[in-house]
């Protein structure tokens, strides 16, 4: 596994994403991540905490960049709860649940965050307005409610199939309404 390569790989997916859709400093990026997945294997499988650091790594690198906070979404077996920093949970006010993530219950990924964070907390759903997901994880419950599907120049990450979306605010109303400012006045 060229770990560097799916750091730098990760990190441009995230920033390609960013990139289409515009975020707002404070504004969550979620990320689901299969290191199993990422190196050839099946979902859950081989889990790899090299992998997940490297993950990790791209990803918040991206985050930061942009002001934008990452929330890491943990495997099944702890409900797809998330990893975020304490901040984060203050600021969108998400209650903090009792959980530690570990490469068998969590996943890879979301161990590397917990322990990449400076203060990190775990709560079990966000509200993202983008997010991409490695392998398959399922993490449309953590997006908001329209998600627009995003096709990135390379949709994998190692062995794994990326899938990418951001959110947008619902369209409401009826024959009256118009979506866009300052067209017919």
Not at 118 to 130: D, L, Q, R, T
Not at 172 to 177: F, V, W
């Amino acid at each position: 596994m060229d770990l560097e390569n799916i750091e730098k790989q990760v990190y441009s997916l995230v920033v390609q994403l960013m990139e289409k859709h515009s975020l707002r400093k404070g504004d969550i990026f979620v990320v689901g991540c299969s290191s199993s997945e990422i190196s050839g294997g099946n979902l859950g499988k081989n889990s790899n905490a090299d992998v997940g650091k490297a993950v990790f790594a791209g990803a918040s690198q991206a985050c930061a960049e942009k002001d934008v906070f990452l929330a890491c979404q943990c495997c099944e077996h702890l409900n797809r709860a998330l990893v975020v920093e304490r901040e984060c949970a203050d600021k969108y006010g998400y209650e903090e649940v009792c959980v530690v993530p570990w490469l068998k219950g969590g996943g890879s990924f979301a161990t590397a965050a917990y322990y990449g964070f400076e203060n990190p907390v775990m709560i079990e759903h966000v509200k993202a307005s983008a997010g991409i997901d490695i392998g398959g994880t399922l993490i449309g419950m953590h997006l908001k409610d329209v998600a627009v599907p995003v096709r990135l120049e390379n949709n994998f990450v190692g062995e794994a199939y990326v899938s990418a979306a951001y959110c947008r605010p619902k369209l409401i109303g009826g024959e009256r309404a118009k979506y866009e400012k300052d067209v017919h006045k």
